[in-house]
């Protein structure tokens, strides 16, 4: 469904707008719908030394936010249920009322789901 649309749109790139409760503006980059494409991968490699004044704290999501905004370029915002944040139940506890039983992809944010006893994990556990 989605890669049809992001066909439609000559889009290469899907993802979800941040959520409310983050500090970062933009799209986040955990979870992204690629369609390749070899004049992009080599415009992003070499605009990597041109962009420099993106938020260098946000690494690659800022980056690449910063580039899809400058070269104004197709992209297709996916619904959250396509990455939750980890910290959605503890933050914005209206958005995750309306997205835990749709969840299709939960995005695991600093806290990873290998360290056993993490409070996140715990919470996620007890919520289930």
């Known amino acids: 469904k989605y890669v049809t649309k992001m066909q ?9 707008r941040d959520q409310p409760q983050t500090e ?9 719908l690629v369609r390749p494409d070899t004049r992009l991968f080599d415009s992003l490699v070499k605009e990597r030394l041109e962009i420099t004044n993106y938020n260098h704290h946000w690494a690659e999501q800022g980056y690449m936010n910063e580039y899809f905004v ?8 996916l619904p959250p249920k396509f990455n939750a944040l980890a910290n959605i139940p503890t933050e914005n506890s209206t958005l995750w009322r309306d997205l835990k039983q749709d969840i299709r992809i939960f ?11 993490s409070p996140v994990v715990c919470y996620v556990k007890k919520l289930a």
């Open 107 to 117: 995005h695991f944010t600093v806290v990873k789901p290998f360290i056993f006893f």
């Open 24 to 32: 970062f503006p933009g799209f986040n980059c955990g979870v992204m």
């Open 8 to 16: 439609d749109k000559n889009s290469h790139i899907a993802w979800v």
């Open 70 to 77: 400058r070269n104004r370029a197709e992209v297709l915002e």
